[in-house]
């Protein structure tokens, strides 16, 4: 997904949601601090979204513009409206999040994760997919070690997971060098 088409569904969410405030919560959000992120990190065609004031209407978006929806059929790419609970997330999420608002949002904001917590919410889940993405923002050295491993610290995961995750994260690191 490019940056314009991020920008395109955050217009479309705000308007079916009527909410002019849209959170971006999986891996596409990291348009929103690195616009013109490595290609590796923006090969999905999809954005998972809810809308920040009135959450409740993540169903709509998925309804509306969702996967194998005309809006997706379309334009190659689309939404899925996902519930906040949806990725696990550092304490602190919602001050560090990214806006992007210019003309092409029609005056809608879209919230994007700020790269440490888009990526350590990406261990979290630990899917071959995350950890795709994760080597690829670690190689490309969008991510800190230290911030990483700060924020892993508030997240809500039993001690078997922070294990996992430090360990997923070590190595990666360990692969970069």
Known sequence: ??????????????????DDEIIIIGSQSILGQHPDAPAELTMSNEADVFPRNKPERWDLID?????LSPFHQTFGYYAQGV??????????WRE???PIRNPATRGATGWCLEVHDLVISKYAAGREK???FNRAAVTHGLVDYAVLIERLYTLAVD????????AAIEADFAARR
Not at 160 to 165: L, N, T
């Open 63 to 67: 309804g509306s513009i969702g996967e």
């Open 1 to 18: 997904m490019r940056r314009d088409q991020l920008e395109h569904i955050i217009r479309a969410c705000s308007q079916i949601a009527d």
């Open 159 to 166: 001690s078997a997971g922070r294990q996992r995750i430090r």
């Open 130 to 132: 995350d950890g795709q």
């Open 83 to 92: 519930e906040e609970e949806t990725a696990i997330l550092p304490d602190g």
């Open 96 to 98: 560090r999040l990214i």
